[in-house]
């Protein structure tokens, strides 16, 4: 764990326990079960996008893309009587074919990832409402998928499966960003696409493969969230959802230039930020104020972090002139 | 603070709810022994209310009034509330749900009310046109359906509702490219609270004031003004002060044990209201009572 | 030291790689045209040529960075048209680009290997890294490297970068290695230690291809000297042949009167002008460093790699802070917060990375050329386009610039003429103490005559030239006086008499000359 | 007028053309008026926005700007009492203000422009909300200020007040972005923020003068459409509007790098935009379809850009090779 991500943790740490010493309540089981449940929905979005911010793009399509598959999942399923195994892995699907459109656009027609995704989001969000006509997607009252359920809003031994969901994939995430060749690839295009391509890398596959990973993740936090929520008005459902993915993955130590950060960052990222929406709600924080709350943490955090590196390298420095300063006259 | 605590949870931020912050301010000055709240989500979406709800239980709220942003499809999160602690429903009823009552008024009532204003103002006929901000949304749905079932069988149309996505740029755009796309059109309704001052603020720069007939919804102070200068027929108004005030008071009263106040059906509806000329006055002056609380 | 008996001669085998009539063009220029050679196995070809003459697009067409308009590549018995990346590593090309391909945020290890990391097997393609420690560690010997497999590369200097990448371009089971001018950068001990790697390569029936300005390289271990000249075969001499006025001949079609030296200075140095009392840089914050800089004089900066030269030109020119000590103008203590405050009391830099901080690529030699001086170039706060071109215009003809106009993108120009754009934009601005750091790196050697002129004249101006090098007969070619740094201290100075390859190479390892 | 501009103008002109062939009402002198009206408002953010990319940088909080200050403005001069010349000053200061600290930030503090403003985004709305405790701050009726309604929302020989006034601040502003040294300055920046400092200019304060200049730019659209919509809900107030300034940019050819983008093409990205919202209003297509029909159009319009650049370069190296073949027996 690198010494950024301890810090995070640490923050996450004496937040916690400033409120939990505040109100006690904030340690009780079903409030970390609550919250951890959507710390998987956010984290797993969340992680998808940080493999796009490694090669120094951005997803900004990510909350419309939640909006539109999870509307029609919940439109296979509920409406179509679609198997639900079948729609799972359709919308699965949908999400990869999202990630290669982008990557295709962004890669061989050149286009900057910010407006592919940012067409994106108006896109998708805008078929979404076309296709439900404005209306909302839900399920009938006693229309019931208890597997389904089970797997994405269910609990096991106290724990959301969402939660246990994100684990498993921030493990293999964090061997496929942190250990193997594509992992190390993402990084060295993050941070000189040119000098890839020199070294024979097909950076275009290796982007194109960071953006359908963030598709693909899309689409599966969308189900969670569907199946979280139930009920989808396309007009509203998953709006700036891109921006807290955002906001976890910078928390998180990446910038968005590209080629840094880790796995482990993101995941904290997303932690703190649930922690706070959390926080808000318990101690009886106007709710108005909590995307000030939000904005005000993640700006202190950014700033600290940017000034301790400052204050670390210059005290190193001084150190550094103090002793030769003592050492001068030895000479 | 260890008084039991009653939320009031509205379903998105808006002028609107500020009567019901007078309602419940009323109720807690006769409810001392709670702690009475009224919560505002940060967005207007299930997710997040929902978890609003979640966290409220947690930090050991006895009871809950809800106006759900969607009650037709959110049954089991509403359920799982309804099991931790007391849930009441306001503003739209999600009547599937084991909520203990609702207290509030009929969307499609209201809707049905817009009709009559149209009728009375427009006896010869007309084409309408409405404006919304969320057109998916179930307030939206029934009021339209409602002025539709109202006005169905006259010589009045509601020929298109408009939606703007609660930007009010967009709301005023949308009455002023209506007045250009469609010249024929005698009759506007603003179904939202804000869309009613939208259209009238687009047809007083249209010098058109006067010459379309506008129905309303809500009591903003320009929809309030518009009525009281006969620009404006009339306006649908809901109690949302009585449905805080009332309802904070059967919910203190329903957690002491008293479940009188519940009606067997679970449904306390009041009305709404057609504010015209006539009564604009009276009203405004209520309203200023409410709020000098 | 005689390479002359060199025990491998090239064989006279089938060429590993030739050439046929290849041409490039680019919007307005031709870059190569018509241009054919060979390269046998074990061979080592010294390429040179003036800036632009087409080396580097010749290279990037055997890497397979760029395809030819025309003409065909033959490698081992197979012909082309145009090589990919893929191709030309598959082949057996390696390849050390001008400009250094290096990913900073990786370590050392991962960028020798990049693209061809050993593997665990398994469908994730896990890095196999214990195997990578132990196959970088004789490669990062091989090349002489002060520093660890797991240094991340952004920590180390210009020079070490370039060692890491010739390093990569050992690590590849290469039949050809090239070479695009990777001592441009390298000082001294490091570029004989570059020398004898090339000569080890040839031992093991590996060809190279050496680009190189510093024609005495070239002239140690090249087989045989190909010359370009403006994207031309301009000659070809044997082993026999190569010597450095020929190869100067063939360059540039005449030959050089003054060898690459500037002219005795006319006058003795005035006053002290730019004066560093007790400055600490960032890179060695525990040694202070005083050194002065007279009006009229061409003091020399030598050094080993990393010793800190570049860190003090950056601090005396206001881009980096300074911990602790002053920096005295004409004896006036300077408050020097950023570059701006050095440009405004006269104090000018020439880069060592000059395409990064050196000139704007995207703009246009007027626009580089007026960009520090804006303000007198505009009335009322409006930029006067006429103002710009008249100054450029001058710079243009005063240093030579060759461009079809002063409108040219400098990013389009060769490297000799886009130095002589950020020469340009300092002369037209009346300097006091101009700093060069390595003025030279990547120039030919006519260019190199000129700015050595320029600098000559700038002194005998009056300026005060602080000019860092690391090309040992630069340094003691031109310069008045020779300062010389070690670990982040002027360990010594010389004056003219004392100047010796010798003695400088002594201090700059600590030891007092003789 | 580059090439790029020109090909905006024949793309509004021909869409201006098919719409008013489908419905003539299209050119009423009312309608063109309206939709002049918002491509003022919305202009004059533009401006502001393209300003900041010039520097390769991206201000994100613009509509929560618009938000927080257009609710400060109706509360100063409705509720509090103030002259409205004096809260039209204090208005633009704030603005000034708020680029300053992000100025500050972004240069000063090394943050990244994109987490910066992701926080004001955050930030400013949250504040709005707190301020009204989530209301809205609105005119009561008959509530009239005829000097200040006349400059905002009035008409001058039928022309809006507010178009004169982009027309105004776009030609001062164009003279300042591409004949003033500040202007030169700012494009050599975007091009190469070191190589600027290197040639010592001064880029922080530069780059400051950016964000302050967006500030102020924003604080007057905020003005505007204050009194444009003359009440405001400062939850959703505003949304999206960093969005709508950013793809007005982009498509006049704005590149989000830096360095790269005209006047011309910003006011045009605007018009353009403008006359989409327009066009679905008047064809009568679902609003639900408005986004997606602004985000296609700004797909196709960035793409057949780009192809059209990549053609255009590909034939000119064909002539040049073959003109060089051609060329070459005559040596
Ligand atoms: N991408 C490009 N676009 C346009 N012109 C180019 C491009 N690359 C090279 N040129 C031109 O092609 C010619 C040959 O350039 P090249 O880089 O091969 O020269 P060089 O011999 O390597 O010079 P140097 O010694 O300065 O490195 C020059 O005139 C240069 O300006
Ligand atoms: N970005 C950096 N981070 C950490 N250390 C650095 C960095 N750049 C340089 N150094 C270190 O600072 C020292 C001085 O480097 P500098 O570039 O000034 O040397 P120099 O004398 O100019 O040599 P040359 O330019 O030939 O490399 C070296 O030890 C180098 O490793
Ligand atoms: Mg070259
Ligand atoms: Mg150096």
């Known amino acids: 764990m690198s010494k950024k991500d301890l810090g995070l943790l640490i923050l996450i740490l004496v937040v916690g326990t400033v409120v939990a010493i505040i109100n006690p309540r904030f340690l009780l089981p079903i409030n970390l079960a609550n919250t951890s449940n959507l710390i998987g929905l956010f984290g797993i979005l969340s992680i998808g996008q940080a493999f796009v911010i490694i090669t120094g793009g951005i997803e900004l399509s990510v909350g419309s893309v939640v909006a539109l598959l999870g509307t029609l999942f919940i439109d296979f399923i509920a409406v179509r009587g679609m198997d639900w195994p079948l729609a799972f892995v359709l919308i699965i699907a949908l999400g990869a074919v999202i990630g290669l459109v982008h990557g295709w656009l962004i890669t061989r027609l050149k286009l900057q990832p910010f407006v592919v995704t940012l067409c994106g989001l108006l896109i998708y969000r805008g078929v979404a409402r076309f296709y439900t006509a404005d209306g909302t997607a839900g399920f009938g009252f006693g229309q019931n998928f208890p597997d389904l359920e089970f797997l994405t809003a269910g609990r096991s031994y106290g724990v959301p499966n969402s939660f246990i969901a994100l684990i498993v994939i921030s493990i293999v995430m964090w061997v496929v960003l942190h250990r193997s060749v594509f992992g190390r690839y993402l990084y060295a295009i993050g941070k000189n696409e040119e000098a890839a391509k020199y070294s024979g890398i097909r950076t275009g596959r290796v982007v194109m493969a960071a953006y359908v990973i963030c598709g693909v993740l899309t689409a599966l936090s969308a189900i969670y969230f569907a199946m979280y929520t139930r009920s989808i008005s396309p007009a509203s459902h998953g709006q700036f959802y891109e921006l807290y993915a955002i906001a976890a993955a910078v928390l998180g130590g990446f910038s968005l230039r590209g080629g840094e950060g880790s796995l482990v960052g993101v995941i904290l990222g997303t932690v703190l930020l649930q922690e706070l929406q959390n926080l808000v709600n318990l101690l009886g924080i106007p709710s108005s104020l909590n995307f000030a709350v939000m904005g005000g943490v993640i700006l202190i955090g950014v700033l600290v972090d940017q000034q301790w590196g400052v204050f670390r390298a210059r005290r190193q420095m001084l150190e550094a002139t103090r002793k030769g300063v003592a050492g001068a006259p030895a000479e | 603070d260890d008084k039991p605590t009653l939320a009031f949870v509205v379903n998105g931020a808006s002028d609107f709810w500020k009567a019901a912050e007078a309602g419940v301010k009323k109720a807690q000055g006769e409810l001392p022994d709670y702690n009475l709240e009224l919560k505002y989500p940060e967005q207007s979406s299930v997710a997040i209310q929902q978890r609003l709800m979640d966290d409220l239980v947690t930090a050991g709220v006895k009871a809950i009034m809800v106006s759900a942003v969607d009650p037709k499809t959110s049954t089991d999160g509403l359920n799982k509330i309804a099991s931790e602690t007391a849930l009441f429903t306001t503003d739209s009823d999600a009547p599937q749900t084991k909520r203990v009552a609702y207290i509030g008024s009929s969307n499609v009532d209201a809707g049905k009310q817009a009709a009559e204003i149209a009728k009375k103002a427009m006896p010869d006929g007309g084409k309408c046109l409405g404006f919304v901000g969320l057109l998916g949304a179930d307030n939206a749905k029934e009021r339209i359906q409602g002025m539709k079932d109202g006005l169905a069988g006259t010589k009045i149309e509601l020929v298109d509702v408009r939606g703007d996505d609660i930007d009010q740029a967009r709301a005023k755009k949308n009455v002023e490219d209506a007045l250009v796309a469609s010249p024929d059109v005698t009759c506007m309704v603003g179904f939202y609270s804000y869309n009613t001052p939208r259209i009238y603020e687009a047809l007083r720069d249209a010098g058109k004031l006067g010459q379309i007939t506008v129905v309303g919804f809500d009591d903003d102070p320009i929809t309030l003004g518009g009525v009281k200068e006969g620009t404006v027929a009339a306006t649908v108004v809901q109690q949302p002060f009585e449905w805080a005030y009332q309802g904070m008071k059967l919910m203190a009263a329903y957690l002491k044990g008293d479940k009188s106040g519940v009606p067997a059906d679970g449904l306390i509806i009041i009305p709404t209201k057609i504010i015209g000329k006539d009564d604009v006055d009276a009203y405004a002056a209520s309203l200023k009572a409410m709020s000098g609380n | ?514």
Chains 1, 4 share one sequence.
């Open chain 3, 1 to 514: 030291m005689n390479y002359s008996d060199t025990s491998i001669v090239a064989s006279t085998a089938a060429p590993f790689l030739s050439l046929e009539s290849v041409r490039k063009t680019y919007p307005g220029v031709v870059a190569l045209d018509g241009f054919s050679m060979e390269v046998r196995p074990g061979e080592v070809i010294g390429l040179v040529g003036e800036n632009g003459a087409g080396k580097s697009t010749l290279m990037k067409i055997l890497g397979g960075v760029t395809r030819p308009d025309t003409g065909t590549i033959t490698v081992d018995g197979v012909t082309h048209d145009g090589l990919t990346v893929e191709a030309s590593l598959g082949s057996g090309i390696a390849f050390v680009h001008q400009e250094l391909n290096l990913f900073e945020n990786l370590d050392v290890a991962a960028n020798i290997f990049f693209g061809r990391e050993p593997l665990r097997g398994g469908p994730l393609k896990l890095v196999d890294r214990a195997k990578l420690r132990i196959m970088v560690a004789p490669l990062l010997k091989r090349v002489g490297a002060n520093f660890s497999a797991a240094a991340p590369v952004a920590s180390l200097s210009l020079a070490q970068q370039q060692m890491v990448e010739i390093a990569k371009a050992l690590s590849i089971k290469a039949r050809l290695v090239i070479l695009d001018e990777p001592t441009s950068s390298l000082p001294l001990a490091e570029t004989d230690k570059l020398l004898d790697v090339i000569k080890a390569l040839k031992a093991e029936g590996i060809s190279v291809i050496f680009i190189s300005h510093r024609l005495h390289e070239v002239e140690r271990v090249a087989d045989r000297v190909v010359v370009l000249r403006d994207g031309m075969l301009a000659g070809t001499l044997p082993k026999s042949a190569i010597n450095h006025d020929q190869m100067v001949k063939l360059m540039i079609g005449r030959m050089l009167k003054e060898r690459e030296k500037a002219a005795e200075s006319a006058r003795a140095p005035g006053g002290v002008a730019l004066s560093a009392k007790a400055v600490r840089t960032s890179a060695y914050p525990d040694r202070p460093v005083d050194l002065d800089v007279r009006h009229g004089e061409i003091l020399g900066l030598a050094g080993l790699v990393g010793s800190g030269r570049t860190e003090l030109a950056r601090v005396l020119f206001g881009i980096d802070e300074r911990f602790g000590g002053s920096v005295l103008l004409d004896g006036k203590q300077l408050a020097l917060g950023s570059a701006a405050d050095a440009v405004a009391s006269g104090i000018f830099l020439v880069p060592e990375d000059r395409k990064l901080t050196g000139i704007l690529l995207d703009l246009s030699i007027a626009q580089n050329i007026s960009l520090p001086n804006l303000p007198a170039h505009a009335k009322r706060s409006l930029v006067s386009a006429s103002a710009e071109v008249a100054t450029a215009e001058k710079q243009k003809a005063n240093l030579g610039i060759k461009a079809p106009s002063v409108a040219t993108r400098t990013g389009t120009l060769s490297g000799g003429n886009q130095q002589k754009v950020v020469l340009g934009k300092w002369l037209a601005m009346n300097p006091k103490v101009m700093i060069l750091d390595e003025p030279t790196r990547g120039i030919d050697i006519g260019a190199k005559a000129e700015i050595y002129g320029l600098m000559r004249a700038l002194a005998d101006a009056g300026v005060a030239v602080l000019m860092i090098s690391s090309d040992m007969e630069e340094v003691i070619g031109v310069s008045d006086r020779i300062a010389v740094m070690h670990e982040g201290q002027i360990s010594g100075i010389l004056d003219k008499d004392d100047f010796s390859q010798e003695n400088v190479l002594l201090l700059a390892v600590g030891k007092k000359p003789n």
